[in-house]
């Protein structure tokens, strides 16, 4: 029964997916937007009812799955994301041609296949569960089947994806291989008896994991995907690989290196930072030249993949807690951009930047939208991007105090917020300062104005308020024996 | 028994086939043929778990060759209908011609 209980929101979701999918089987609903903001609506539903969950200290399936404050931290943003994705996917429903409930029904799998993986404390579920998100994505990049950028993200992710996963299995085969279990908590066991440095093979094993998972972050080197896919996708797809994807990339990241083979990454953090050093760098300069603002936010998530690594390599309590919370702020201030996006270019057909000119005076909340998304981006204050930066810094900068070479990782990262200005303030140019050729207002439905009016508070409230994410956040970031 | 097969000689198979599946990814232009390497590189997985599982006398290794071995079915139906649909669109197959979106 108790492994039930840890599984329940799993099973809600898959539940109401088969549902979705069945209905339209056999009685179509002829209006698909509705189904999708009823979907949506179910989802907020689940997100409320997730706070009423309690951690438990205990694993279930055998040690596979665990149900503690950071499972539950993320599963609630990935019920945040999953809500506000299918709210985009109602409002995009129109240029989708056929499959609208399915659409909404892969988005509701991918889901669940993130919520497990804010679960995961074994390789075999970490491996299924990261290719249950995977595979869901190759569908949802190549559902505009007749248009060839949608195709062409398609194929890429495919070939890309497809190789990572194989590198994640290649290492996993290496690490239980020479450790002999794919448990987490016994691998730290084993780890913490070994007297020595470990085995050549094993570091190769862990090495090629951990080239699947930058995969999934988009990090240097495996970052040349990004700004393809995330052009050519579907802009709700966009949106939750951005929030989803991202943020289950960095829960596997701190599990696998926090709990699993915390011994060994201790020794490890320098080639993170050397990562998220170039991974700034690649982010920030390559989102420059851009004019298409859904490949420019592929590069800027790129960028923020770098600040979030920083706050890996530190390898401290303050950092991980500094992960999790920038990763919560990152999901409302994206949601938002994608969201303002979705209505645009549902006016305009256009995602080119200077299709966004004048948008402050052809629909006021839009362009309100667009612009406070892109200054939290950038880490302005009083927005929740710059707590969110200001937290990774301070975590970099206090393990510089016992190893002065995190300096110049701190210095690098300052660098990249000035760079990202330039092209984020582009945007906000376009808005308020360039006149529009066409300045007919863009209408904007009642649920849309209800969900950007609620990233925007949380982009402000999160900004001014930062108790109760910071609270939350260090609370799921103690489930790893940090200092 | 001087001639058994040892752990060693099935990892050196395996590591071959991986490298194939990495080399062909690289060197192919050809989208099915890059997508049958990259179903090597699975499979040179499995062999390695496989080995590692009997030598160590432990499960869990061929319990994961079971959902590697399904979850590679599911990513060729759905790799193979991307491919068809990229054909239909484009009358090519080859990753060269693939590229239109830049900068």
């Known amino acids: 029964m108790m492994s039930l209980y840890a599984i329940q929101l799993e099973c809600l979701i898959s539940i109401w997916g088969i549902l979705i999918l069945l209905v339209d089987a056999f009685k179509p609903i002829p209006n698909k937007r509705t189904v999708g903001y009823l979907a949506a609506g179910f989802v907020a539903v689940a997100l409320l009812y997730s706070f009423a969950m309690q951690p438990v200290p205990d694993t279930f399936f055998h040690g596979m799955f665990r149900l503690d404050p950071f499972a539950l931290y993320f599963k609630r943003l990935f019920l945040l994301a999953l809500a506000a994705v299918l709210l985009m996917a109602a409002e995009f429903s129109p240029r989708i041609e056929s499959g609208v409930a399915e659409f909404y029904a892969l988005l509701m799998f991918c889901a669940v296949g993130m919520l497990l993986i804010a679960s995961v404390n074994d390789f075999i579920l970490l491996f299924v569960s990261l290719e249950l998100v995977t595979i869901t994505f190759y569908v949802l990049a190549s559902y505009l089947r007749r248009q060839i950028p949608s195709l062409e993200a398609g194929t890429k992710y495919l070939i890309l994806g497809a190789l990572s996963s194989g590198f994640t299995v290649y290492g996993i085969a290496y690490i239980f291989g020479t450790t002999g279990t794919t448990n987490f908590d016994k691998l730290a066991e084993i780890l913490n008896s070994q007297t020595g440095p470990p085995a050549s093979a094993f570091i190769f094993g862990m090495l090629l994991v951990l080239t699947g998972l930058g995969f999934k972050i988009a990090s240097v080197p495996f970052q040349v995907w990004a700004p393809d896919v995330y052009q050519g996708a579907p802009t709700p797809v966009t949106a939750f690989l951005a929030v989803g994807s991202k943020a289950a990339g960095f829960a596997l990241l701190l599990r696998v290196l926090y709990t699993g083979l915390l011994p060994v990454s201790l020794s490890w953090n320098a080639l993170i930072a050397v990562l998220a050093g170039a991974t700034l760098l690649y982010g920030n300069l390559g989102a420059i030249p851009q004019h298409n603002i859904k490949r420019l936010l592929g590069y800027s998530s790129i960028g923020h993949a770098g600040y979030m690594l920083m706050g890996v390599a530190a390898v401290n309590a303050l950092g991980a807690g500094a992960v999790l919370f920038y990763l919560g702020q990152y999901a409302f201030t994206n949601l938002c951009a994608f969201l303002a996006i979705i209505a645009v270019t549902a006016a305009t057909g256009s995602d080119e930047i200077p299709s966004f000119s004048g948008l402050g005076k052809r629909s006021p909340i839009l362009g309100l939208a667009l612009f406070l998304s892109m200054m939290s981006l950038a880490g302005i204050p009083p927005l929740s991007g710059f707590f969110g930066k200001f937290q990774l810094f301070a975590a970099v900068v206090q393990r510089a105090q016992t190893d002065s070479k995190y300096y110049v990782l701190a210095a690098i990262g300052a660098v990249a917020v000035v760079i990202s200005l330039y092209f984020y303030l582009g945007v906000g140019r376009a808005i308020y300062l360039q006149e529009a050729e066409d300045a007919t207002p863009i209408v904007v439905s009642k649920p849309m104005r209800f969900g950007l009016v609620v990233c925007m508070v949380a982009m402000i409230g999160i900004g001014i308020f930062q108790r109760p994410l910071v609270h939350a956040s260090i609370m799921a970031a103690k489930v790893f024996s940090l200092h | ?103």
């Open chain 2, 1 to 103: 028994m001087t001639s058994a097969i040892t752990l060693n000689d099935y990892l050196i198979v395996s590591g071959l086939l991986f490298a194939l599946g990495i080399a062909g990814v690289i060197i192919r232009r050809n989208a099915l043929v890059i997508y049958m390497a990259l179903e090597m590189n699975l499979n040179a997985a499995n062999l390695a778990l496989i080995a590692f599982s009997k030598f160590n006398k432990l499960v869990e290794g061929q319990i994961l060759v079971f959902f590697v071995i399904a979850i590679a079915a599911a990513e060729v139906a759905v790799g193979l209908a991307i491919i068809v649909a990229l054909y239909r669109r484009k009358q090519t197959i080859s990753v060269d011609q693939l590229t239109t979106m830049r900068l």
